[in-house]
């Protein structure tokens, strides 16, 4: 999603139109300039996409008629093996708007968060690509858990589970499902089927799940809460940190979360626009400001943090001190661009992923020839060797 620009008149227009209307009661007072978003700059070592865009990856499969929907998440678990979430299947505008290609927001100003008919089919809301972009497996026989809601929200693999089981963020039904590896079996969710709240057995619209080195769960919630929730291995609730505000350790939006190999978490803190750090156990470690509604966070096996800013679409290198080492922009709707990047995923070629929430696309990047090695994502978390 964008975040709407808050609009707040000085005081001096708002006594100005006061006056106004108490001496000429029948002239309507004047509608106020809106104030600019504020857009933190880009900071230090920014600079050019050190990659290129694999023009139409993603291969199309739904049936005549429609497109995929939004795209809100994707991870990477090896080369050929690539999750991605769609909210649903939309039908394709009629009539056809110029421009329309193969995915909804293919033509200027379309949303696959809006579509025009608001309808979804909610089917093939799981499925699988190889390296190419083809179609290699659908999760259909869980579509229903996504049945009347505008679908999930993030997928995630514990790095060091052999069961490689795969965890999806269901947030408007106020879960998160465990699957086996192979999509065959739900083994369990988190939090309570389609009832919010803020205690140990509920969440508030979970946007996100990591995990400690011991096992841990730590689930990012969310929207209506303002908290990271830890769990034990199995799924018992030990602890949790965080409210509303935007002092330290605070959050509003607890969008993403995640763990370094010195178990210290990491929690994009979305709408105010920063990166905090702390402790495996809460203790705040670390603010990193100045960044502009950051949707994702992803560590790789160096340490490098990643994180995907948003407004605009930028992606930012930091090491784990916070210092800002690199980063590009990548707004827009053509090739290689987004309009909301919203969870990306990187593979042993050192090939990025990023699945595009507005747009309704995910997109493959390859290393351009003679690219900086320094500006580039290097190898991910290896994954646990599967049992």
């Known amino acids: 999603m964008r975040r709407a620009t808050l609009c707040v008149p000085s005081v001096i227009a708002l ?115 190889n390296g190419q972009g083809k179609l290699i497996e659908s999760w259909t026989q869980w579509d ?25 963020v269901n947030d408007p039904r106020q879960q998160v499902h465990v699957f086996s590896n192979d999509g065959k079996q739900l083994l369990f969710s988190l939090g309570t089927w389609n009832e919010a709240g803020n205690d140990r057995n509920h969440f508030g619209r979970p946007q996100d799940v990591a995990w400690l080195s011991d096992g841990s769960i730590l689930v990012a919630d969310g929207i209506t809460n303002s908290r990271v929730v830890k769990f034990d291995s199995q799924g018992n609730y030990l602890m949790e940190w965080g409210s509303k505000g935007s002092g330290p350790g605070q959050f509003d939006v607890v969008h993403a979360v995640a763990v370094d190999k010195s178990d210290r978490v990491y929690v994009a803190d979305r709408s105010n626009d920063r990166i905090q750090v702390f402790t495996r156990d809460g203790k705040h470690v670390a603010t990193w400001p100045n960044l502009n509604f950051p949707n994702h966070i992803v560590i790789t096996a160096n340490q490098d943090v990643w994180v995907a800013d948003n407004q605009p679409v930028r992606l930012v290198k930091f090491d784990v001190n916070g210092n800002r080492l690199y980063s590009w922009d990548a707004d827009g709707r053509g090739p290689g661009q987004f309009e909301e990047l919203h969870e990306f995923g990187i593979d042993l070629h050192g090939n990025w992923y990023g699945a595009d929430n507005i747009l309704g696309r995910s997109q493959k990047f390859t290393p351009k020839a003679g690219a900086n090695p320094a500006h580039l994502m290097s190898k991910p978390a290896p994954m646990a060797t599967p049992r």
């Open 15 to 129: 006594l100005a139109n006061c006056i106004v209307w108490a001496q000429t009661p029948t002239t309507p007072s004047p509608t106020p300039t809106p104030a600019p978003q504020i857009v933190h700059p880009a900071g230090p070592n920014h600079g050019s996409d050190p990659y290129n865009v694999v023009p139409e990856w993603l291969q199309p499969f739904a049936e005549s008629g429609f497109v995929w929907g939004s795209h809100p998440g994707l991870f990477v678990e090896s080369p050929e093996r690539i999750f991605i979430l769609q909210r649903g299947e939309l039908h394709v505008p009629e009539p056809r708007p110029p421009g329309f290609t193969t995915f909804y927001g293919s033509a200027p100003g379309l949303s696959a968060l809006q579509p025009i008919d608001k309808k979804r089919a909610l089917r093939n809301v799981i499925f699988i690509v």
């Open 144 to 168: 229903y858990l996504f049945a009347d809601t505008a679908g999930p929200h993030k997928i995630a693999i514990n790095p060091n589970d052999p069961e490689r089981r795969v965890w999806v």
